[in-house]
């Protein structure tokens, strides 16, 4: 009678122990993922946030908007952040597939892309925007969704970095950190652009000449970088 309860008791310990050392491991590898997951969050937050050169979107709207009320600045910049958001997640969830189905390379699109900004960038330059009737809805449109939205706040560089991330992502919790950085990474921009909307009047006619100009030279520059990775990218020299 010992025997077997002494038995039983050495196989009642060696349960609980077992069934600790189970809950330990599960414990373990829970919080191994969830490291692994904020960590994911974490470089998709500040590699997407680096990309979308917050400086450059802001300089870059100020020269286009320089000669509108505040009113359409908010506006502008609500539509042109609102519109890149969708492009963004648009991208996140489909974007790869479409291009491949459509035939539709990367580098393509860079090059693409380079060609709006290097018009817009010569607007810029040579002044022309002042020339432009700035209070018109066409124009109102024409600057807000190109190239503000698109190529300046989504550009290929950005759509680009959007894709990776989202293919880099092994598990849902790591594919919803991929949404939830881009819907970050926005509001920052919007704050930023907002902000520079309300206090644009800080800065005089003078500096906002300069500012336009040196921001025609960096969508230039911006340009003609896209369109040598795109076709060093596809092997065009």
Do not use: W
Not at 64 to 93: H, W
Request: hydrophobic fraction near 55%; charge should be positive; glycine fraction near 6%.
């Amino acid at each position: 009678m010992r025997g077997s309860k002494n038995s039983l008791m050495i196989e009642g310990l060696a349960g609980r122990a077992r069934k600790s050392l189970t809950n330990r491991r599960f414990s373990g590898v829970t919080d191994a993922l969830y490291m692994s997951n904020l960590a994911f969050f974490e470089k998709t937050f500040l590699q997407f946030f680096v990309v979308s050169s917050h400086i450059a979107v802001v300089a870059i709207f100020i020269s286009f908007t320089a000669n509108r009320t505040t009113a359409e600045r908010v506006r502008i910049a609500t539509i042109a952040t609102i519109v890149a958001l969708l492009l963004f997640l648009f991208t996140a969830a489909f974007g790869l597939k479409l291009f491949e189905s459509m035939n539709i390379s990367l580098n393509a699109f860079k090059i693409a892309g380079s060609v709006i900004l290097f018009i817009a960038s010569m607007d810029l330059i040579l002044g022309k925007l002042e020339e432009n009737t700035m209070h018109s809805e066409k124009h109102f449109f024409d600057i807000t969704i190109a190239p503000l939205a698109i190529p300046v706040i989504a550009g290929p560089a950005c759509l680009t970095a959007v894709i990776n991330l989202k293919s880099a992502a092994v598990n849902s919790t790591q594919h919803a950190s991929v949404y939830l950085a881009i819907v970050l990474v926005e509001i920052t921009l919007y704050i930023a652009l907002y902000v520079a909307a309300k206090k644009i009047e800080l800065f005089t006619p003078v500096v906002l000449r300069i500012g336009t100009r040196l921001s025609g030279f960096l969508l230039c520059a911006m340009a003609v970088q896209n369109f040598l990775a795109g076709c060093h990218g596809a092997r065009l020299f």
